[in-house]
């Protein structure tokens, strides 16, 4: 089956993004969920021996799209028993749009750490760090809070499991930025990024898995690019 799962462009995977939304009415909060509850159900069973109570998962999450992904799996993960670390790249009050809205559900539940970019704290011992700090919008390398939070996972012990691709990696491309995310496992979301399918790019991506986020094989048509039933008899799908 994963020899008949097309790739994506940058390009491609943003005109997937338009055209759910505008075309199909598939809302960016539906899409969300589904990559949160995707990245929580792989994060308990390949990380988390199928029970995610008692361990330490720490989150870092970007302000857009892959960091709203990154905080619905943490709340899915936070109701399954887990205690969250919330590392975030921006203060919460500057945050906008869906992302915004996941962090606050967050905010209302009990139990959730969640650390500012102003609060100097190193990331605690975990289980596992949940990287979902940059997705395919990246351009050059990381900066700022972000790149100090790719410094301490660096020099962290836990496994990681990057959110559509490890965080410095660019997706398209496969560029490899300086600080960059070497994860254990990435989950990446409707089709494979090209770019995470590079030789040299492997070792940073680790075992690559595929997410169904809900994307109509018509919307594919739409592109030229044929995809079948592909999550037909999982949701997750192991790429390599």
Sequence with gaps: MKDRIPSL?????REVDRLMVEKFQIKLIQMMENAGHALAALARERFLAGDPRGSRVVILSGSGGNGGGGLAAGRRLLTWG????????????????????????????????????????????????LDALIGYSLQGAPRGHAARLIRQVKEHNAPILSLDVPSGIQAGTGTIHAPNVSADATLTLALPKKGLLREDVRPHVGELYLADIGVPPELYTMLDISVGPIFAAEDILRVY
């Design 82 to 129: 887990a205690e969250i670390f919330v590392f975030l790249t921006r203060n919460p009050e500057d945050m906008a749009g869906v992302p915004a809205h996941q962090l606050s559900i967050l905010q209302n539940m009990p139990g959730a750490a969640i650390i500012p970019p102003g609060e100097e704290v190193d990331l605690p011992a975990a289980n596992l760090i």
């Design 9 to 13: 462009t940058v390009e491609q995977m």
